[in-house]
């Protein structure tokens, strides 16, 4: 029996690459973008947008499964406006008769002092499965790939900066992971009745702190480590700025995702691996991948 998948952020960094390999592995894929006339990637383009709950029963109507990508982290107000989407995502999911909605979060222990961008991926979380719609959540930390904003945060500045100083959250340690594997555990958990209602947690192999992962995409991209220096004062804020002034990145959207990372975010178990199995590329790997694809 096929599977029709609705891909939500069907042209964003994740979603572009996902909707191919779902083909690939023989489901219906119903794209979903704000402006479907102007779609030049694979699937059905339909219509919809997680800010307009009026239009969302068209996308989803015969849709099994709903692959949700979409948040607000370029907007100062991205909490309340991600928690609206999500509850009338949920709503309209569940009305449509939905069988399955599928998440990607973010990584880290739900009694840490969660920054409000990890908050935030939580209280989406629960409320896309408010409704009753059984909710599968990926939690992953950052994201590996050609045109990821924490990816080219990393590849600008160690390309623009022959030396670096760094805030002490630069030490704190995460769980990077390739886009390749995103993609491969997002349409490995796609209508299993397994995955349902579960929270699976995703990583590449390597635990390494923010500095190592510059020096070692320095040693990919430059072939040499970069000086680094780490001072005890550099808030989020002026960090933001430094950011946007050296990268393309910009301000909020930098400020939003730095805020966390003076959070730790490892995986504590490996349970997906039951359900997907397979070994995730070494952060190295996933680095050299990602300048192959950028060039």
Known sequence: MTTTVLVTGATGFIGSKLVPALLDAGHEVRAMTRHPETYD??????EGDVTDPGGLSDALSGVDV???????????????????????FGLAASACGVSQIVYLGGLGRDGDDLSPHLRSRREVERLLGESGVPVTVLRAAIVVGAGGISWEMTRQLVKNLPAMVVPKWASTLTQPIALHDVVRYLAGVVGVEEA??????????????YVEMLQQAAEVINGRRVPVLTVPVLTPKLSSYWISFVTDVDTTTGRNLIDSMGTEVVVTDDRIRDVVPGMPMTYAEAVRRALEESR
Do not use: C, N
């Open 41 to 46: 990637g694979p699937g059905e383009a339909v």
């Open 66 to 88: 709903a692959v949700y990508l979409v948040h607000s982290l370029d907007d100062d107000d991205f909490e309340r406006k991600d928690a609206a989407a999500a509850r009338a």
């Open 196 to 209: 349902y209602d579960r929270v699976f947690e995703i990583g590449g192999p390597d635990q390494l702190t």
